[in-house]
């Protein structure tokens, strides 16, 4: 299986701020690739690049087997690109934008209407809409249509479910399932830890440096080691007493609970013992189940060290 998608040594900086710090990886044909971490991560500078829209500093951005920077005129009609914010134009109709991409493309919305009809036919019941009275959720569909409408084998989504309700996103998520039986690659990024799960390999980056790249089974293989949950009535007393103990590496808070980090040393019992000669009396430790975001938090922290 080749690859779609190459970065090698990519930095990108926006005066004294970078952006991108030799940033590299790989992208297989047909797989669905996410790149995960938080706002001012690095990730729309990357899409930019990727797109052709921005030039690196240094380093080289290889897609389709074209280079970003020589052969951008030609990599633009390859590629469906599908931009954090919304970007169509809010005064034309459903219609009208899928019809002006089409055209901008030079094809037929009729000849590629296969493709798009999942994700379309919500939109398809009123075509006259203006795009901008649109849901965050229908916005989102439509800007996905148009991104698809040429038919591109690489489909580029920069933080595509940012700013949409819970269920948008599970249907977001379904919609682009459904690319996969087309051959399409697919690039998406988020900073929702939890979907890290639906790609095939995720690149986990923080302030422009790519800490780690697997699959999301490999990636938590192990985190379960030592690592509990932790619950009282006094989450922000807890949160401060395990803190204060040899035997926890970390503590941090994670939903409704507290993740601890115990070293080998830590027994359960005896740590709740100590907190309640904190006046901590009511605690509740319990094995916990590492996720992507325990590992982001582990990696961030020993880069901070």
């Not at 990727?50 to 290889?62: I, N, R």
């Not at 229908?138 to 700013?163: F, N, V, Y």
């Not at 830890?193 to 999301?216: F, N, V």
Request: charged content about 25%; glycine content about 8%.
């Amino acid at each position: 299986m080749s690859n779609v998608v190459e970065v090698t040594d990519v930095s990108k900086a926006y005066g004294a701020i970078q952006a991108l710090d030799k940033v590299s990886f790989s992208v297989k044909e047909g797989e669905m690739f996410g790149l995960i971490g938080p706002d001012g991560a690095g990730k729309s500078t990357l899409y930019r690049l990727l797109s052709t829209l921005l030039v690196p500093d240094s380093g080289k951005l290889t897609v389709l087997g074209m280079d970003t920077v020589k052969d951008y005129r030609a990599l633009r009609r390859q590629i469906g690109y599908m931009p954090e914010r919304f970007s169509l134009y809010p005064d034309l109709s459903i219609a009208e934008n899928l019809n002006f991409f089409a055209d901008l493309f030079g094809v037929s919305v009729k000849d590629n209407y296969d493709l798009i009809a999942p994700i379309f036919s919500q939109l398809a019941k009123f075509p006259n809409r203006p795009a901008g009275k649109l849901s965050g959720g229908m916005k989102q569909k439509l800007a996905l249509s148009c991104a698809l409408i040429h038919r591109p084998p690489l489909l580029l989504l920069d933080e595509p479910t940012t700013g949409v309700d819970a269920v948008s996103r599970s249907e977001f998520w379904d919609m682009l399932a459904g690319l996969r039986k087309y051959g399409i690659t697919i690039l998406v990024s988020t900073s929702y830890m939890d979907e890290a799960t639906l790609c095939d390999r995720i690149a986990m980056i923080d302030h422009g440096k790519i800490l780690r790249t697997d699959t999301p089974e490999r990636l938590v293989a192990g985190l379960d080691e030592n690592l509990y949950n932790a619950v009282s009535a006094n989450m922000f007393r807890l949160l401060a007493g395990l803190r204060s103990l040899p035997e926890v590496i970390d503590c941090y808070t994670f939903g409704a609970t507290l993740h601890v980090v115990g070293a080998e040393s830590f027994k359960a019992d005896e740590v709740k013992r100590k907190l309640a000669t904190q006046g901590i009396d009511d605690v509740n430790i319990y094995p916990a189940k590492g996720v992507i975001e325990d590992l982001f938090i582990k990696l961030t922290r020993n880069d901070q060290e």
